[in-house]
């Protein structure tokens, strides 16, 4: 089986609260930030690019810090965009599609669900449709006619030691992505999961559609991953705590997650 490098990109970030982790809030609240990734697995002889980040414009709009662009940060990784050939969209959300036209020659993988909410019925509702790009949806929609798109009905395999897998909860068809690694299966949660708390505690993010599915998603990143120190949640910014950089100029940039956690 093929056996994947994996790193973690952080671009951006933004001040938060702690009990805001928490569907209901928590009595122990304190400052907590937010930071933003994006995710790369190099094998071989494939490259997959998981999620595409926001765009700097999307960055002043909804007042987010973007700390660098994460396409052009690939490049320290010897990545360029116009070479990539697959690229993962765990969802449609700002933050997690934004920059899919950096790939001119890429598949764009995301599942059945996730294209069926972003533009169905549910996006004439103000809330779940707050965190969709209507431009990026609108052009998505360009990209399937030409055949740029490959959807996903739950679980699949995209290439030997690369699978994706349906989640559901954070929105309708967002999935998490497992790579298998020196140190066993790695699972990048990307929304499935926004922090560690959420999937060890079993306490739900706020921003969900289905709740259940939330919930069982927890136990199904469990089953899905070698142990529970291979779990990389989507937002949470001990990421660039508990794994090495790659490079010193890289610290607090891109981290390896192919490799034993050090904390």
Known sequence: M?????????????????????????????????????????????????????????????????????????????????????????????????????????????????????????MQSSIPAAAYDVDDIAELVRLNFSGRLRFHDGAAEIAPGFTVHRMGGHTAGVQCVRVYTRRGWVVLASDSSHFYDNFINYRPYPTVFDLAEMLNGYSTLRQLAATIDHIIPGHDPLVMNKYPPVSRAMEGVIVRLDVQPTS
């Open 2 to 122: 093929t056996q994947y490098e994996v790193f973690a990109i952080r671009y951006g970030t933004r001040a938060g609260r702690y009990k805001d982790r928490f569907l209901g809030g928590d009595a122990h609240d304190g400052p907590s930030s937010v930071d933003y990734f994006v995710w790369v697995a190099v094998g071989n002889d494939k490259t997959f690019v998981i999620d595409t980040g926001f765009t700097a414009e999307d960055a002043v709009a909804r007042k987010r810090t973007m700390l660098r662009c994460p396409i052009d940060t690939m490049k320290e990784l010897g990545i360029k965009a116009e070479n990539v050939t697959d690229v993962v969209l765990t969802h449609l959300h700002y933050d997690h599609a934004g920059n899919f036209a950096r790939f001119p020659n890429a598949t764009l993988h995301l599942q059945d669900k996730e294209m069926e909410f972003a533009t169905g019925r549910f």
